[in-house]
């Protein structure tokens, strides 16, 4: 099904569950929970456009660019971090999770690098692995990382800068279950890791936490 009914949508949508019975369905590739379309983002998180032709519009003038790349597909998935630009506007914006656990987009003026969470790594030989990322980039790489690790990649270079471990004392962005979107403290990472939000200290699966610092 190339849409989907507005009812089904993922709680961490900022959209009313009144509105048009049908929305664009992003292509696969991304976490539906912490991404959305593209085009529902520059129509009714941005409001930049008023209906779906003006969307398509925007897109065919080649005036987005997502973490520097231009996209022109409204049905692209757009996930937590990924940086936005919009070339008519000046403007560019980093997509987060509020804390009511909603999809933000937050502006921000540099652009040249984003955090990115591991969720593969596949040794090959001599000390090299081959490191996947939530967005779907993939990195031949010597550093010292894991799966649920987060990186920092330079975005016009192309490689990773800088590796966030998954550990005791890191900052981390709760993107899944009771308590998305709030922020954190990992204060213990062995079988199960407890993670100190707000002063409480509770028990959040690894594939619910990104650190980002």
């Known amino acids: 099904m190339s849409h989907l009914k507005r009812i089904s949508i993922e709680r961490s949508w900022p959209l009313p569950r009144k509105g048009t019975k049908y929305l664009l369905k992003a292509h696969p590739g991304k976490k539906a929970e912490i991404s ?12 930049l456009a008023g209906t779906r032709k003006e969307v398509k519009s925007m897109l065919h003038s080649r005036e987005i660019s997502i973490d520097g790349k231009i996209i022109t597909e409204e049905k692209f998935p757009v996930g937590i971090f990924d ?102 403290k990992i204060i213990e990472k062995n079988e199960k890791i407890k993670v100190q939000i707000k002063g409480k200290n509770f028990e959040i699966h690894a594939k619910n936490i990104y650190v980002i610092k």
């Open 36 to 47: 959305m379309p593209l085009g529902i983002m520059i129509r009714d998180v941005l409001k």
């Open 83 to 184: 940086i936005m630009s919009i070339k008519k506007l000046g403007k560019n914006f980093i997509v987060t999770l509020n804390e009511s656990g909603k999809i933000s987009l937050d502006e921000i003026s540099e652009t040249h690098q984003k955090i990115c969470k591991v969720i593969g790594k596949k040794v090959l030989k001599k000390g090299i692995s081959q490191i996947n990322c939530i967005d779907g980039r993939n990195f031949i790489s010597k550093e010292k990382l894991g799966i649920n690790d987060s990186v920092i990649i330079d975005l016009k270079e192309s490689r990773i800068s800088k590796v966030l471990p998954l550990k005791a004392g890191a900052e981390t962005l709760i993107t899944g279950g009771e308590h998305i979107g709030e922020k954190g």
